[in-house]
């Protein structure tokens, strides 16, 4: 059976490493007393960190370095010609980070990989398996990796590094990714933008001429020249046609009135009066000589009035010829009531030719009011047409002028470059870095743990107290003595018994042996 003392230090075994009764002299005791096993675990991790460091290789640095000037490109070019905006230009450093943004973007970093070569920049990934889209996916992965573009605040320039192990290789990558970042810079900024307003112009122009063609056939198809003009010529006719009808109207009821007096008049009048006498007959030959006179002012020769004349010329032409006759008087027919008769067929003849001119006119206007309602009715039609056609020649006109003016910018771009100008081109570095110092530091580092962690383990393991104290604090009871730690026994030789000496303290570390106080 166990004492109390040996169940004491068998607990006090199982939890005597707990942090508030270990001390840094127990440490430090333990990791002595385990000095083998931290030495050699420490000395196996660093040779293998040597050998790391030493097989690290070195990598080289290219740099470049470019200064950034805000250029037309930059500047707002609404799509419609003078629409908000035009004109506005972003702050510099804003345009400084989309030039960055630029720099690493995919493309670019494709194009630097296909000038310089796959197998030249990553000859591992060349060599491995998988398609071309796979391989070229890595490499960009890889370029991107050793690619630094960075700028500092509130300069207008752009720092470019590339890292690799050939430092040919890392110049001419770098240079390579600046030539593919000029070419598409111009590509994206303006080459583009002439490309697109010239499809738009060319687009633009298809429709217009359709626009034009549906517009045309529609005149066509309504008889219609110039629908402004004939509209404005129909409301001008129609006024004219009004003018005319009211003149027609009055002149007409002037003659039917002037004919209901005339009719009047020669109602009143008598059909048969006194001519003339005998002696009386050479006077009234020229008084009807000098009457047929006038009335020939005033109508023609076979007009009643005149043939009436005529007939009492002749009349009295044959009265003389017979002689002087003796005065007798002569009756015939009224000359009053003949020129009132006259008068009376001349009214109504001109109230028929005014009636039947009114009837015309009132047709005209019935006409031109119909094609005025007509055209009126196309006019929304027309208008929609017309402005359709409008807008489109004259976007049109407007894309053509910008894609123009966007050629003139792409060519004087394609020849200079003045607001990125490269300040230093990449060199050939001289002197590479490598990863030998920070890998034998962290050898070390790692060393000194896991050794020191291996060393404390081991220790902790053990059934024993490193010092006295330990074994104080996990007993709570005083020690009251220490029994060195028995020597490894040795094949002893047959000697002479001689008297035994008096034991000596060993130098080494005792064995512990716990005696209880006060049993």
């Not at 002689?323 to 009224?334: L, Q, Y």
């Not at 003139?408 to 607001?419: C, I, K, P, V």
């Not at 002197?431 to 030998?436: C, E, P």
């Not at 962290?442 to 006295?468: C, H, Q, W, Y």
Request: hydrophobic share 40%; proline share 6%.
């Amino acid at each position: 059976m166990s004492t109390g003392a040996e169940a004491r230090a068998q607990r006090a075994w199982f939890g005597w490493a707990d942090a508030p009764k270990l001390s840094l002299a127990d440490i430090a005791a333990m990791l002595w007393a385990e000095r083998v096993l931290v030495l050699a675990v420490g000395g196996a991790i660093c040779a293998l960190g040597l050998v790391a460091a030493l097989m690290a290789p070195k990598s080289y640095t290219a740099r470049s370095e470019l200064l950034v000037r805000l250029g037309e490109e930059y500047v707002y070019q609404p799509t419609a010609a003078g629409g908000p905006g035009a004109g506005a230009t972003p702050d510099m450093q804003t345009v400084v980070n989309a030039e960055m943004r630029m720099i690493g973007s995919g493309a670019v970093v494709r194009g630097a990989i296909e000038s310089v070569g796959l197998s030249t920049l990553y000859p591992d990934i060349a060599a491995s398996s998988g398609s071309e889209a796979r391989k070229l996916a890595a490499a960009e992965r890889a370029f991107s990796q050793h690619l630094t573009v960075e700028t500092a605040p509130l300069t207008p320039s752009i720092g470019l590094s590339f890292e690799h192990k050939n430092p040919e290789v890392a110049a001419r990558a770098l240079n390579a990714l600046l030539d593919s970042y000029l070419e598409h810079r111009r590509t994206v900024l303006v080459g583009g933008e002439y490309e697109a307003l010239s499809q738009e112009t060319a687009d633009l122009g298809t429709r217009a001429a359709t626009a034009s063609g549906a517009l045309a056939q529609f005149l066509t198809q309504h008889q219609i020249g110039d629908f402004d003009s004939e509209l404005t010529a129909l409301a001008a006719r129609s006024g004219d046609i009004e003018t005319q009808l009211l003149d027609a109207q009055t002149r007409r009821r002037e003659a039917e009135a002037r004919a209901a007096s005339l009719r009047q008049r020669y109602q009143a009048e008598p059909a048969e009066i006194e001519l003339y006498t005998e002696s009386d007959a050479r006077r009234e030959l020229v008084q009807a000589q000098l009457d047929r006179e006038e009335l020939l002012s005033r109508y023609q020769d076979d007009a009643l009035p005149v043939r009436e004349v005529d007939r009492r010329i002749a009349q009295l032409n044959q009265f003389l010829a017979g002689g002087d006759p003796p005065s007798i008087t002569r009756r015939g027919a009224n000359p009053v009531r003949q020129d009132v008769a006259s008068q009376l067929y001349a009214m109504e003849a001109e109230g028929r030719a005014q009636r039947g001119r009114e009837v015309a006119l009132t047709q005209q206007r019935e006409e031109v009011r119909t094609r005025i309602r007509t055209m009126q009715q196309l006019e929304p039609q027309f208008r929609q047409l017309q402005r359709e056609r409008t807008i489109l020649e004259t976007s049109t006109q407007n894309f053509a002028s910008r894609a123009e003016e966007a050629r003139a910018r792409s060519q004087m771009l394609g020849r200079a470059t003045d607001n990125i100008s490269p300040l230093e081109r990449a060199a050939v570095p001289t002197q590479g870095k490598s990863l030998r110092w920070p890998i034998m530091i962290v050898t070390l580092l790692i060393a000194g743990i896991v050794a020191l962690a291996a060393g404390l383990s081991r220790g902790l393991m053990r059934r024993s107290f490193p010092t006295p104290s330990s074994a104080a604090r996990a007993l709570d009871t005083p020690v009251l003595a220490v029994m060195p730690r028995p020597a490894p026994a040795k094949p002893v030789k047959e000697k002479p018994v001689k008297a035994p000496k008096p034991a000596k303290a060993s130098k080494e570390k005792p064995n512990l042996t716990l005696v209880e106080g006060g049993a």
